[in-house]
């Protein structure tokens, strides 16, 4: 297969429009890649994101090739399972609050030039990470991060931006009750843990979440390993320490913070809590989370450094 749009015959463009930027996003992508010679076929722009899966599952069953993309990480989260495992190449248009897989596979925000990309770019193989039957493409976690996800609001969004999420972070450390948790990993490749008055254990795939931050400074989206932190509850000085980090990944190396790599482990936690699985609460613990390698196929920029061109491996 051709590494430019896949040599794909039939392409399809689906926008949520209630995505920040979607409305206006909608026309001003389809003259873009109209311009760029994109063979756009069958065209959708969802006002109601709840329809987004049902619209990308009809897309995929009439033989679309490439499925054009615009929203945020939410959007992709939601339609993720219909395309795990299949020949079908993603293109992405970012056009949410944080857009942290775009990020991580370095496309770029501007809407002319992510249509640039889906023209031209390369086709990748990505991993996606496995929360159960759950597939999701940047991070499941428990703790603080599903206080983040009940204090964000479409509202505090859109007034906000990617300042939403810290704000909706500090709302949910007041609020946040300690737990402990026990990680137990079946590869045999760390002995169980256990941990006590946790403040948050997160499960990356992807580099990013929360509108920028690092999953883990070295982290990679084809390396066929998770991420796993654990970090405790501590003084608020240190939580604040903490936080400093974040942006970097940093914080990954500071007391009260354990880290490990690894393709599958299993979460246990005391008491038992909702996951946070991008952005949506989906199931609870415990909870089995492993890698699903290779699993989407998605176009970059030919110069990203994200993952492996299709076909490498």
């Not at 069958?42 to 615009?70: F, H, K, M, Q, W």
């Amino acid at each position: 297969m051709s590494a430019e749009t896949g040599g794909a015959q039939r392409a399809a463009l689906v926008v949520n429009t209630r995505s920040r930027t979607g409305e206006k996003a909608f026309f001003l992508a389809l003259d873009r890649l109209h311009a760029l010679g994109v063979p756009l076929g069958a065209t959708y722009a969802v006002r109601d994101p709840a329809r987004l899966p049902e619209t990308v599952s009809e897309v995929l069953n009439e033989g679309c090739e490439l499925l054009i993309l615009g929203g945020g990480d939410g959007s992709v989260s939601s339609v993720v399972d219909s395309l795990a495992g299949r020949e079908t190449v993603l293109g992405l248009l970012p056009l949410g609050t944080a857009n942290d897989f775009a990020r991580t596979l370095q496309i770029p925000s501007d809407l002319a030039a992510a249509c640039d990309v889906v023209a031209k770019g390369q086709v990748v193989d990505v991993d996606l990470g496995l929360a159960g039957g759950n597939y999701y493409v940047n991070l499941a976690s428990v703790g603080l991060g599903v206080g983040v996800t009940q204090a964000l609001s479409a509202r505090l969004k859109r007034r906000a931006g990617a300042l939403a999420y810290p704000v909706a972070a500090i709302q949910a450390f007041l609020s946040h009750e300690p737990f402990s948790a026990r990680l137990t990993f079946p590869a045999g490749d760390h002995p169980p843990v256990e941990h006590e008055r946790l403040l948050q254990v997160a499960v990356g795939n992807g580099r990013f979440y929360g509108g920028g931050m690092v999953v883990a400074p070295d982290s990679g989206i084809d390396d066929r390993l998770l991420d796993v932190y654990a970090i405790e509850m501590g003084r608020h000085r240190d939580l604040l320490g903490v936080a400093r980090y974040l942006k970097s990944g940093d914080f990954v190396r500071r007391d009260g913070v354990s880290h490990y790599q690894t393709p599958k482990v299993v979460l246990e936690t005391d008491p038992d809590l909702p996951v946070n699985i991008d952005g949506e609460l989906v199931a609870r613990t415990p909870q089995d989370f492993s890698v699903a390698d290779n699993a989407l196929r998605v176009l970059v920029p030919r110069n990203s450094t994200a993952a492996l061109y299709d076909g490498d491996r």
